[in-house]
C-alpha cells in the first residue's frame, strides 16, 4: 500500500466545480441572487459543503422557510446526501459531463419519500461511521473496527470532514489493507448502481475457486449475463475490465470504505 500512495492521494484530491442555484419559486427579493460558486472535494458529502452556500441564499427567501431542511436536485432529481458528492456526479452526469456541475437549492416541498431528513452533522457522521463497519464486517469480519479506540473514529471522521488527507489515511489503512500475505479480503464492499439509481450489492470475493485474482470483467458477467459491453464507472475513470477487484477496493473505494460503481 505504501508504494500506491500517490494514487490514494490522487483519489482523494479530486474536486467538482459546482454552481448552486436557488430554486426560483422560492425567492422573495427584487434582486435575484447570484448563483453560488464552490469547489468540493468528491469523496465528501453536500451536508459538509454548503454551510456557506446556504448562509448566501438565506437573505433571498421567506424567513419563515429559513429553519426549514435544505435539500438540493439536479434536473428535477432530488440529490441523496448520503452519497457521496462524486458518486452522484458519476451516476447522473457521467455519459454527459458539463463543469460547473450547476445544482437548485430548494428549503421547501422537501420530498419526504425520496430522501432521509439531515437535520445536522451528527446524522452524516453516524451514517458515515455505520457503513464503514459494514463494510468493515465484508472485509475482515468485523475484526479491525471492533478494536479501534473512540479517539480512531473521531480521527477518521474529522480527517473526512476537514479534508485532511494524512490524518484520515494514518487510521484508515487498517481497514483498507488485507490480514495475511495470502489471505486478501474475505469479501470486497462494493455496489454496483444503474443509471437509474438502483443498487445491486451482493457478496463479491476477490477470488476465484482456484485461488486466482478475480477482475471486474467477472463481476459485469455475474451481474448483467445477459448484457454486452457493460462498462463500469468510479471517480469519474471508466474502469478497465481486467483490473483485479482486490486492488480495486484498496485503491479505488470512498472513504467508507466501499467501491460505488456506475453502469455506464
Not at 431542511?69 to 447522473?92: A, C, R, S, T, V
Not at 437509474?196 to 457478496?203: A, H, I, S, V
Not at 463479491?204 to 454486452?228: A, C, H, Y
Not at 486492488?247 to 460503481?261: A, I, R, V
Given at each position: ?49 454548503t454551510d456557506k452556500m446556504k448562509r448566501h441564499f438565506l ?53 419526504e419519500t425520496i430522501l432521509l431528513r439531515c437535520p445536522n ?112 464507472r468510479t471517480h469519474g475513470i471508466m474502469i478497465p475490465p ?23
Amino acid at each position: 500500500m505504501a508504494n500506491d500512495r500517490e494514487v490514494l492521494r490522487e483519489i482523494w484530491d479530486g474536486k467538482l466545480p459546482i454552481c448552486f442555484q436557488l430554486d426560483q419559486e422560492e425567492i422573495m427579493e427584487i434582486q435575484q441572487p447570484d448563483p453560488f460558486y464552490v469547489m468540493v472535494p468528491r469523496l465528501s458529502y453536500f451536508p459538509l459543503v454548503t454551510d456557506k452556500m446556504k448562509r448566501h441564499f438565506l437573505r433571498y427567501i421567506s424567513q419563515e422557510n429559513a429553519d426549514s431542511e435544505m435539500w438540493l436536485d439536479y434536473n428535477g432529481q432530488p440529490l441523496k446526501w448520503h452519497y457521496p458528492i462524486g458518486f452522484l456526479y458519476d451516476l447522473y452526469c457521467g455519459s454527459d459531463s458539463q463543469l460547473p456541475w450547476t445544482l437548485t437549492v430548494h428549503f421547501t416541498k422537501f420530498p419526504e419519500t425520496i430522501l432521509l431528513r439531515c437535520p445536522n452533522k451528527d446524522v452524516v457522521e453516524a451514517h458515515f461511521m455505520s457503513t464503514i463497519k459494514e463494510a468493515d464486517v465484508l472485509k475482515h469480519r468485523g475484526q479491525v473496527m471492533s478494536t479501534m479506540q473512540k479517539k480512531d473514529h473521531n480521527q477518521l471522521w474529522l480527517g473526512l470532514q476537514n479534508d485532511k488527507f494524512d490524518q484520515f489515511w494514518a487510521i484508515n489503512r487498517r481497514l483498507m489493507e488485507s490480514h495475511g500475505e495470502n489471505e486478501g479480503f474475505k469479501h470486497v464492499p462494493i455496489r454496483v448502481y444503474s443509471d437509474d439509481g438502483t443498487c445491486n450489492q451482493r457478496l463479491v470475493s476477490p477470488k476465484n475457486n482456484d485461488g486466482s485474482r478475480k477482475v471486474l470483467q467477472q463481476l459485469i458477467s455475474e451481474l448483467f449475463p445477459d448484457k454486452i459491453e457493460v462498462k463500469l464507472r468510479t471517480h469519474g475513470i471508466m474502469i478497465p475490465p481486467d483490473t483485479p477487484l482486490q486492488w480495486l477496493s484498496e485503491h479505488m473505494s470512498y472513504p467508507d470504505n466501499f467501491l460505488h460503481l456506475c453502469v455506464c
